[in-house]
């Protein structure tokens, strides 16, 4: 299974590719970020960051997206802004026939760390060591696209807990007041 994890921004939009391979051994394919200008308009940013994740579904054809949730920041401004570059990832996921999933920011870093509250220095850490790379990958936005690919597979491949248990034997009337 080949995954990409995307954590998204109009700035800087951070991208990982990770391929789930025998033994459940993760390999880290690509990873990389889409920069934007600042000085460009909303709309040509946005086209930008559409046709930078287009261009590498195209190349690549993962099989599942992880994009990180919003985080609500302090400033109504950035969290509309990303929900912005959010919709249109969405908008190329779902012309590429991609299903996507979402995870907010403290259950990547918790999947991958250990701990929801990790700074992005642990995250690209433990990216590392996961991957078995000789350095993490840089900048940090590419590290948490990485992380969000790696807690898509990680969880991919874990027993629901319907599939890991038989069902429930049902109890009887007298059973239940005893």
């Not at 990873?31 to 460009?40: L, M």
């Not at 990216?127 to 898509?152: F, M, N, Q, Y």
């Amino acid at each position: 299974m080949l995954a990409l994890g995307i954590d998204p921004g109009t700035a800087i939009t951070g991208y990982g590719l990770v391929r789930l391979g025998d033994r459940q051994q993760m390999t880290l394919v690509e990873c990389g970020v889409i920069r934007t200008r600042a000085r460009d308009t909303m709309p040509c940013r946005l086209a930008e960051i559409f046709d930078g994740i287009t261009e590498i579904l195209e190349r690549h054809r993962p099989d599942a997206i992880a994009l990180e949730d919003i985080f609500y920041a302090r400033n109504v401004r950035t969290t509309v802004a990303l929900g912005h570059a959010r919709g249109v990832i969405m908008l190329a996921a779902q012309r590429a026939g991609l299903t996507v999933h979402e995870f907010p920011p403290a259950v990547v870093k918790k999947a991958v760390v250990g701990a929801g509250a990790a700074t992005k220095e642990q995250v690209q850490f433990m990216v590392a060591r996961l991957l078995r790379l000789k350095e993490a990958p840089s900048p940090s936005d590419a590290a948490d696209g990485v992380a969000a690919a790696i807690t898509l597979l990680m969880r991919a491949h874990l027993p629901t807990i319907a599939s890991a248990t038989t069902p429930a034997p049902r109890l009887t009337t007298q059973a239940r007041l005893a």
